[in-house]
């Protein structure tokens, strides 16, 4: 508790290779190994499940530094199937689900920020392989 209020939401990538149907399990299990923790509130799998993992009043570790108040979104994907360059792989039914998510965060929260994990300051990575900004404001189209 003492998490309140939620004024971020960022999304990630697993930086998975495109195609691969890895689980949230198996994300959860590689985060408390590398990390100690599990990182993300909510893992979307390449079919489109949704999946909580931490809940909202969790602090999650997924955004270096920014991680109070700031709910996290991995999909499954973000790499070509070579896992030689980033790309955004999400699927008609990632995107579908990611939009809900998004769309009942935005409503239950008035305000909230959405980012990619590449929008906050200092990060040198591509996570999550797309344009968050320009996807939300192009109606999060599939
Ligand atoms: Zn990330």
Redesign the pocket.
């Known amino acids: 508790m003492g998490m309140l209020p939620i004024r971020y939401l960022t999304i990630?990538?697993a930086a998975t290779p495109e195609g691969r149907a890895v689980s949230h399990e198996q994300i959860t299990r590689w985060d408390r190994d590398k990390f100690g923790q599990t990182s993300y509130h909510w893992v979307i799998e390449i079919d489109g499940s949704t999946h909580r993992t931490l809940t909202d009043d969790q602090k999650g570790a997924?955004t270096g530094g920014h991680n109070t108040g700031n709910i996290g979104i991995c999909y499954i994907g973000g790499m070509d199937a070579g896992k030689k360059a980033a790309k955004d792989t999400r699927t008609p039914a990632q995107k579908r689900a990611m939009r809900t998510l998004v769309r009942t965060y935005q409503q239950r929260y008035p305000g909230l920020k959405v980012f990619g994990?590449r929008d906050w300051p200092g990060v040198n990575?591509a996570?999550?392989s797309f344009d968050v900004t320009g996807w939300i404001a192009a109606g999060m189209p599939e």
Request: with cysteine.
């Open positions: 990630h990538c997924h994990h990575k996570c999550p």
